[in-house]
């Protein structure tokens, strides 16, 4: 019937439209400090089971293939991308990067905590490192506001140099957070996930030891988004849904043909 073809014809120009809705979000966010890209998972709906044929003369045989008619997709999940994004030298003593798996742990306003890549930080007026949402790093570490040199190693010790001292004291210690699998975190917005029961709960560890990544300071991680791939998924997005609407013009074309059958 022409009208099953319209309803999977319009189900296909939907899920097409969640496909350039998602480009549309990786391509906006293409400068955005460690932002991750995610690609939408798509399912085929059920069959209806039409007929079964029959095998040997007259049709009396043992079953053979059926005739099944399936009603279209359907975007069912995202599925986030968390490669590794290109580093960018920015020279900022407050600035970090993970250079391999992990998360930074920040607490949010309600004492929660959430995890972000985003290691652009700032220092607020208590001597603390915030992210530039205003998130406190949940390594609760005290920088002396007569600091005159702030260092970060790759394994996450935090060591200052004060003003009239030239010796380094020891400040705390960053550690990151680990995921059995990441792409199940929720996206918050603002570069912060949020675990789930599909990622697990975290685990945590210093950086640079046991998989987890290592911090470059000075550095951030850019976006993972890569612009050709993305205009080749909506290129391929756009035929899709051109074809879909195609399909939806010759169902009805077929529906007027039958109108005007005159007996």
Known sequence: ???????????????????????????????????KKSDIAFQDLFYQNIATSKRGSGGQGEEGPQLQLGHGSKPVATVRNFSQGAMQETGGSTDLAINGAGFFQVRKSDGSIAYTRDGNFSMNSEGRLITQSGLTL???IDIPEDTVGLSISQDGLVTARLAGDQGQIE???????????????SAEGDNLYQETAQSGTPFYGTPGMDGFGSLQQGFLEQSNVEIVTEMVNLIQAQRAYETNSKMVQTAEDMMAMTNSIKR
């Open 1 to 35: 019937m022409p009208t099953r073809a319209l309803s999977i014809a319009a189900l296909g120009m939907s899920a097409q439209q969640k496909m350039v809705d998602n480009i549309a979000n990786n391509l906006a966010n293409v400068n955005t400090t460690s932002f």
């Open 138 to 140: 949940a390594d609760d």
């Open 171 to 185: 400040l705390g210690q960053i550690e990151l957070a680990k995921f059995v699998n990441p792409g199940g975190l």
